[in-house]
């Protein structure tokens, strides 16, 4: 074989070397961008720590929620602690703790508002506190789900105080 030859052969080889990274790379980018996104599907992708028990009623929640008591509350810790899930677009009314409230989120992505505050984003593993009798609401974003742990302590002074609903304005904002 004469160097040409091999020379010819050579550039060749590289050239399909060269498009087959183009076309590697190409592949990758598109599969990047088309992977599922966990949170896009909450249905399917967002997973419950604690099931999904009792469906909220509609009275101090706009969207469908599920309720899952885990600790109830009693004379002893007077803590309660239960897990809600709140579907995309989801979040209950204004309200208030006599004794604050503490969330944690456990999936998924949402919004917590105190009155007179920016609305603050929550994603997995945020951590949020309201203080006593400060109205504030809570739920899921609109395209995403959101599982939350809520604490609520010293419930010898009550639990909670329902006020009117969140408005798709103040929820949108
Ligand atoms: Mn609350």
């Given at each position: 074989m004469d160097e040409n030859r091999i020379y010819k052969i050579?550039?060749?080889?590289?050239?399909?070397?060269?498009?087959l990274l183009i076309t590697a790379s190409i592949c990758f980018a598109i599969a990047g961008c088309s992977q599922p996104k966990t949170m896009e599907n909450p249905e399917n992708k967002i997973s419950a720590i604690f099931p999904m028990e009792e469906p909220v009623n509609g009275e101090t929640?706009?969207?469908k929620t599920w309720h899952t008591p885990l600790v109830p509350s009693d004379s002893t810790l007077t803590t309660v602690v239960g897990n809600v899930y709140f579907e995309p677009g989801a979040r209950s009314h204004w309200h208030s703790h006599p004794s604050g409230q503490i969330l944690l989120i456990t999936d998924g992505k949402g919004f917590h508002q105190i009155e007179g505050q920016?609305?603050?984003t929550l994603n997995k593993g945020d951590v949020v506190t309201c203080p006593p009798n400060v109205l504030h609401w809570h739920g899921a974003s609109p395209d995403t789900g959101m599982h939350q742990l809520f604490i609520v302590p010293n419930t010898e002074n009550g639990i909670v105080e329902?006020?009117?609903?969140?408005?798709d304005l103040e929820y949108l904002k």
């Amino acid at each position: 074989m004469d160097e040409n030859r091999i020379y010819k052969i050579k550039k060749i080889m590289k050239n399909q070397l060269k498009n087959l990274l183009i076309t590697a790379s190409i592949c990758f980018a598109i599969a990047g961008c088309s992977q599922p996104k966990t949170m896009e599907n909450p249905e399917n992708k967002i997973s419950a720590i604690f099931p999904m028990e009792e469906p909220v009623n509609g009275e101090t929640f706009t969207g469908k929620t599920w309720h899952t008591p885990l600790v109830p509350s009693d004379s002893t810790l007077t803590t309660v602690v239960g897990n809600v899930y709140f579907e995309p677009g989801a979040r209950s009314h204004w309200h208030s703790h006599p004794s604050g409230q503490i969330l944690l989120i456990t999936d998924g992505k949402g919004f917590h508002q105190i009155e007179g505050q920016p609305k603050q984003t929550l994603n997995k593993g945020d951590v949020v506190t309201c203080p006593p009798n400060v109205l504030h609401w809570h739920g899921a974003s609109p395209d995403t789900g959101m599982h939350q742990l809520f604490i609520v302590p010293n419930t010898e002074n009550g639990i909670v105080e329902w006020k009117h609903a969140v408005t798709d304005l103040e929820y949108l904002k």
